[in-house]
């Protein structure tokens, strides 16, 4: 029985690893991906991070997202007494959740039992169960009464233990089988080619890239694709891919800057981003709501309200401004003559009145608010519920460094991708089909005809290997690169083929050396040829080269070899 030589082990060593380490690694892991984690959340709190694989939750084992669910609906929280002392009665009631929220110690929204113990918007509270307002703020009360449940959650990483009443706070998916992942062709979704409007240093390009991908990962979406592109001039743009946002969303979170400030007459009191933001309320309806929707003469409007904590120089720039300030009764209540006023990308947004009781305090909590608009109440909420969460996402990220232009948007349906992805499979069957007819009837001879099947099928799944180990996704033009690499593959083997059959006065040794000749050639060719795609319309043929670039290098290195010994096998020479 004849050897095998080290070249084949090496493809079939490369097969091994490819199948069980690099595309299909978590074939046989249970669980569940956690693929993000929401800020400020207790899960967050406790130490979880995205990508970590989700095992148990009280000591209940996760297998999907049926058991999950489940959980959930298991944890349970008592209701305990709450007793809420305003400035002229004392209300009592049992609930899992204090039921209202405050603004300034006002009650601004009252639901469940608090509104059935007679509760009411625009009463001022001054303790809840004997925690003063004068010693504690709402969110420090809310904390010390709202009754809790434990949670033990173990992942693949560590276990992690919290007190909680609220969501957990994880976003979770089935645990993907293979690392290859599919493009916005093939997947649905919106791509931006954007280019900033000044120049910019590399430092600068950075920065930008770090600055788009925070804001869109605050915002919510997930699987984002950013990278750099430079088109064949040397032009620099940056290309954003995702899934999970709608056109619109993609062009106002990076068509604008985001600039956004807070003024007092002509001062600013602060901005937007990390210098003078510590905390954005989200995802907590206790300091993050839409009330008040009210029928208006074009439709319904909503207001939304969050609250938005200060840095110490933040709070001082507002106790400095407003301690010039005088006072004006509006309404029965003490005003500041001035209105805090809030701007985005240079437009006024909102005017806040400003409490009198405020003036040259250096107070760190604030509450923005705004309004949504539509045609019917449901249109309003969501406008609303949409404003509310880019200026959220605006504070927390603070503006991008550079005014952006947007090129070019492009979306494509889920829908849509499904059909591509069909018709793409039907071709390549019928594409493969007609290779191995044309082969069969080109050799009459299975001992040829297998191997060079065997060795195409491993080419393309080293292909897609390698796309998976750096993270390339596959899309349309991707795929067209695929197919050009086999095309050339199978050129490469029938060549070898035809140079083994024939020129007997020399030894299979030479003739193979002489094919190998024509295959580097060829090799040569097409590299330098798939060199200028790579920036080709701003790196949006890229996918095309890379993969073409990717199959022609794997065969030369380690099929077409493995190719050449095997010929060497079966004509026993």
Same mark, same amino acid.
């Given at each position: 029985?004849?050897?095998?030589?080290?070249?084949?082990?090496?493809?079939?060593?490369?097969?091994?690893?490819?199948?069980?380490?690099?595309?299909?690694?978590?074939?046989?892991?249970?669980?569940?991906?956690?693929?993000?984690?929401?800020? /400020?959340?207790?899960?967050?709190?406790?130490?979880?991070?995205?990508?970590?694989?989700?095992?148990?939750? !009280?000591?209940?084992?996760?297998?999907?997202?049926?058991?999950?669910?489940?959980?959930?609906?298991?944890?349970?929280?008592?209701?305990?007494?709450?007793?809420?002392?305003?400035?002229?009665?004392?209300?009592?009631?049992?609930?899992?959740?204090?039921?209202?929220?405050?603004? /300034?110690?006002?009650?601004?929204?009252?639901?469940?039992?608090?509104?059935?113990?007679?509760?009411?918007?625009?009463?001022?509270?001054?303790?809840?169960? !004997?925690?003063?307002?004068?010693?504690? /703020?709402?969110?420090?009360?809310?904390?010390?009464?709202?009754?809790?449940?434990?949670?033990?959650?173990?992942?693949?990483?560590?276990?992690?233990?919290?007190?909680?009443?609220?969501?957990?706070?994880?976003?979770?998916?089935?645990?993907?089988?293979?690392?290859?992942?599919?493009?916005?062709?093939?997947?649905?979704?919106?791509?931006?080619?954007?280019?900033?409007?000044?120049?910019?240093?590399?430092?600068?390009?950075?920065?930008?890239?770090?600055?788009?991908?925070?804001?869109?990962?605050?915002?919510?979406?997930?699987?984002?694709?950013?990278?750099?592109?430079?088109?064949?001039?040397?032009?620099?743009?940056?290309?954003?891919?995702?899934?999970?946002?709608?056109?619109?969303?993609?062009?106002?979170?990076?068509?604008?800057?985001?600039?956004?400030?807070?003024?007092?007459?002509?001062?600013?009191?602060?901005?937007?981003?990390?210098?003078?933001?510590?905390?954005?309320?989200?995802?907590?309806?206790?300091?993050?709501?839409?009330?008040?929707?009210?029928?208006?003469?074009?439709?319904?409007?909503?207001?939304? !309200?969050?609250?938005?904590?200060?840095?110490?120089?933040?709070?001082?720039?507002?106790?400095?401004?407003?301690?010039?300030?005088?006072? /004006?009764?509006?309404?029965?209540?003490?005003?500041?003559?001035?209105?805090?006023?809030?701007?985005?990308?240079?437009?006024?947004?909102?005017?806040?009145?400003?409490?009198?009781?405020?003036?040259?305090?250096?107070?760190?909590?604030?509450?923005?608010?705004?309004?949504?608009?539509?045609?019917?109440?449901?249109?309003?909420?969501?406008?609303?519920?949409?404003?509310?969460?880019?200026?959220?996402?605006?504070?927390?990220?603070?503006?991008?460094?550079?005014?952006?232009?947007?090129?070019?948007?492009?979306?494509?349906?889920?829908?849509?991708?499904?059909?591509?992805?069909?018709?793409?499979?039907?071709?390549?069957?019928?594409?493969?089909?007609?290779?191995?007819?044309?082969?069969?009837?080109?050799?009459?001879?299975?001992?040829?005809?297998?191997?060079?099947?065997?060795?195409?099928?491993?080419?393309?799944?080293?292909?897609?290997?390698?796309?998976?180990?750096?993270?390339?996704?596959?899309?349309?033009?991707?795929?067209?690169?695929?197919?050009?690499?086999?095309?050339?593959?199978?050129?490469?083997?029938?060549?070898?083929?035809?140079?083994?059959?024939?020129?007997?006065?020399?030894?299979?040794?030479?003739?193979?050396?002489?094919?190998?000749?024509?295959?580097?050639?060829?090799?040569?060719?097409?590299?330098?040829?798939?060199?200028?795609?790579?920036?080709?319309?701003?790196?949006?043929?890229?996918?095309?080269?890379?993969?073409?670039?990717?199959?022609?290098?794997?065969?030369?290195?380690?099929?077409?070899?493995?190719?050449?010994?095997?010929?060497?096998?079966?004509?026993?020479?």
């Amino acid at each position: 029985m004849a050897k095998l030589t080290w070249k084949i082990w090496l493809l079939i060593f490369l097969l091994i690893i490819f199948t069980f380490v690099i595309i299909n690694p978590n074939a046989f892991t249970k669980g569940l991906l956690i693929k993000e984690v929401e800020e /400020n959340s207790p899960s967050a709190i406790a130490g979880l991070k995205k990508g970590e694989i989700l095992k148990e939750i !009280n000591e209940r084992k996760i297998e999907n997202l049926q058991d999950y669910y489940e959980v959930l609906e298991k944890i349970k929280v008592e209701p305990i007494k709450i007793i809420v002392i305003t400035e002229n009665k004392t209300f009592i009631y049992e609930s899992k959740t204090l039921d209202f929220f405050l603004e /300034n110690n006002s009650i601004v929204k009252v639901y469940g039992k608090a509104l059935s113990a007679g509760l009411r918007e625009g009463m001022v509270v001054q303790s809840i169960n !004997n925690y003063s307002l004068k010693d504690y /703020n709402f969110e420090e009360i809310k904390q010390k009464i709202e009754p809790k449940v434990k949670i033990r959650i173990k992942t693949n990483k560590q276990e992690y233990f919290f007190l909680t009443s609220e969501n957990l706070g994880l976003v979770l998916s089935e645990i993907p089988k293979t690392r290859i992942v599919t493009g916005l062709d093939l997947q649905g979704g919106s791509r931006a080619l954007i280019k900033p409007k000044e120049k910019i240093t590399e430092q600068e390009y950075e920065s930008l890239l770090q600055t788009i991908s925070y804001r869109l990962n605050v915002y919510g979406i997930t699987d984002i694709n950013i990278r750099k592109a430079r088109d064949i001039l040397g032009e620099n743009y940056i290309v954003i891919e995702l899934a999970g946002a709608t056109p619109k969303e993609l062009q106002e979170l990076v068509g604008k800057q985001g600039k956004f400030e807070a003024k007092i007459g002509n001062e600013t009191v602060f901005v937007g981003g990390r210098r003078d933001i510590t905390f954005v309320c989200r995802n907590d309806a206790s300091c993050a709501f839409i009330h008040e929707c009210i029928k208006i003469q074009e439709g319904y409007a909503c207001r939304f !309200n969050f609250a938005v904590h200060l840095s110490a120089e933040a709070a001082k720039r507002h106790a400095n401004i407003t301690s010039r300030l005088s006072e /004006n009764v509006t309404e029965g209540r003490r005003y500041l003559n001035e209105t805090l006023d809030l701007y985005l990308d240079d437009k006024l947004v909102d005017e806040l009145l400003i409490d009198a009781d405020l003036k040259g305090k250096e107070t760190t909590e604030v509450a923005v608010t705004g309004t949504g608009i539509g045609k019917t109440r449901e249109e309003a909420f969501r406008s609303a519920e949409e404003s509310m969460k880019k200026l959220q996402t605006i504070l927390i990220t603070g503006s991008l460094p550079v005014k952006l232009e947007v090129i070019k948007l492009d979306t494509v349906s889920p829908l849509l991708g499904k059909q591509f992805m069909r018709s793409i499979l039907i071709a390549a069957i019928a594409a493969f089909l007609s290779v191995i007819l044309i082969i069969y009837l080109r050799y009459r001879n299975v001992k040829f005809f297998i191997p060079v099947i065997i060795v195409l099928l491993s080419e393309i799944y080293l292909i897609l290997g390698i796309a998976a180990l750096i993270k390339w996704n596959i899309d349309l033009p991707s795929i067209a690169g695929i197919i050009a690499a086999i095309g050339t593959g199978v050129d490469d083997q029938i060549v070898m083929l035809d140079e083994s059959r024939a020129l007997k006065q020399y030894s299979l040794k030479e003739r193979l050396k002489r094919a190998f000749f024509i295959i580097f050639g060829a090799y040569a060719t097409t590299f330098v040829a798939m060199l200028p795609l790579m920036w080709a319309g701003a790196g949006l043929l890229r996918g095309f080269a890379v993969t073409t670039l990717i199959g022609i290098t794997v065969g030369v290195l380690v099929t077409r070899p493995a190719f050449a010994d095997i010929l060497k096998l079966l004509t026993k020479e």
